[in-house]
């Protein structure tokens, strides 16, 4: 049964643009080959972080919606833990309530892009 | 000795704190759902410490404190928000 997830990592600021594309990209991949369907990307990039996580004060944000399997689940967050350029990650499985709030928020983006 | 008494003159009634009734503002508002990804509105529910704040002051119902200390706690996990610290001084 597919459900929907969101995920969200922080990678260390000291990789350089290439770097970062190429570990988003790893991911994306990986999802994309155990048949997940990504619903959205959000690049957050550099942001400040709230306390520092292993001595650094930054970090780029990155968010990932998609439908996937319950079961590819445990393997991505097994390969988060193994790559030590993602410094934190968290997944989330959404509910009802989030996924319509989600989607709200993509319509008020793509209405905002529109008049814009 | 009594006569003093009455000489206290209050310059103001003592402001005896009328008691306004607390709502659910989820209830009210009919939001659902509560977006740990973004701050400010999460910086409404946490005092200058950076702690949660109790229903009884924020007057939220159970279910949606349990969602809102939820979102509070996945905020801090991305740092997005901080454990401890001044935050709003």
Known sequence: MLNQYE??????????????????KKFKDYLIK??????LEDNWAMRKLAYPIQKKSTGFYFLIEY?????IIRELE???????RIMRFLTVKLDKHAIAYNEKKRRLAKEKKAEA | MAQSNSDIK??????V??????????????IKYIDYKDPN???????????????RITGTSTKYQKKVAQAIKRARHLAI????GDLLK
């Open chain 1, 34 to 39: 155990e048949g997940a369907e990504i619903v």
């Open chain 1, 7 to 24: 995920t969200v990592f922080i990678m260390t600021p000291v990789l350089s643009e290439e770097q970062m594309k190429e570990t988003v």
């Open chain 2, 17 to 30: 704190d009328t008691k306004k009734k607390k709502y659910c503002r989820f209830k009210k508002s009919r």
């Open chain 1, 78 to 84: 097994v390969a988060f833990k193994r790559d030590e």
């Open chain 2, 81 to 84: 928000m901080p454990y401890v």
């Open chain 1, 67 to 71: 439908k996937a399997e319950g079961s």
């Open chain 2, 41 to 55: 509105f999460l910086m409404k529910f946490v005092n200058e410490q950076g702690r949660i704040l109790p229903r």
């Open chain 2, 10 to 15: 209050y310059l103001t009634p003592i402001a």
